[in-house]
């Protein structure tokens, strides 16, 4: 079990962690589908916001936001270690790109989910809308959230 005492959830602080997060990310959202290094990154990544959950300097979790236009942000790869799921560190994630959204002054957030993480984003207050479609040989849907989301609905574990 996590202690919470020593995992720290953080903006990425230098270029070696930009380098342990994008393989933490491949690890946990491409290498499963067997894609090569490198899938795991686009060309937005370069003026995104990256946040991630160290435990013991180890990267154990990780989230992107991007700012689409002046009212709206995108929320992607989110991806937590396998062994580290279901202690809320996931919600933790969203939750602190939800400040920083707001700090943007965002009013609404999109992600592309992956159809059997609906009831994650869900508990946080997005909603699927428009119809479904693949996205790497998985079924995905568009969901959005408003902001503000009172974060403070989203319990701290
Ligand atoms: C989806 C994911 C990010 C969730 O992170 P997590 O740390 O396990 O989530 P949390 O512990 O904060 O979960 C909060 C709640 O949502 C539930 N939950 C977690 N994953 C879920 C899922 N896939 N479907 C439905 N509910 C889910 C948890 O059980 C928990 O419920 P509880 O509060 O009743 O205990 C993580 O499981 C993951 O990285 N999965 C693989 C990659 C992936 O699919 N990423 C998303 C791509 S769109």
Known sequence: ?????????????????????????????????????????????????????????????????????AQLGSIAYVAVLSEFRSQGLGTKLIKKLMEQAQEKNLKSLRLMARSNTLGFYHRIGFLEKGEPFNFLGIPHIFMYANLPLFCDNVEDR
């Open 1 to 69: 079990m996590l202690s919470k005492s020593n995992i720290d959830i953080r903006p990425i602080q230098s270029k070696r962690e930009l380098d342990d997060m994008y393989y933490q990310r491949w690890l946990v959202l491409r290498a499963p589908l067997g894609m090569d290094r490198g899938s795991e990154k686009d060309k937005h990544d370069y003026s995104a916001f990256h946040l991630v959950a160290v435990c013991e300097e180890k990267i154990i979790g990780s989230a992107r936001l991007r700012q689409l236009s």
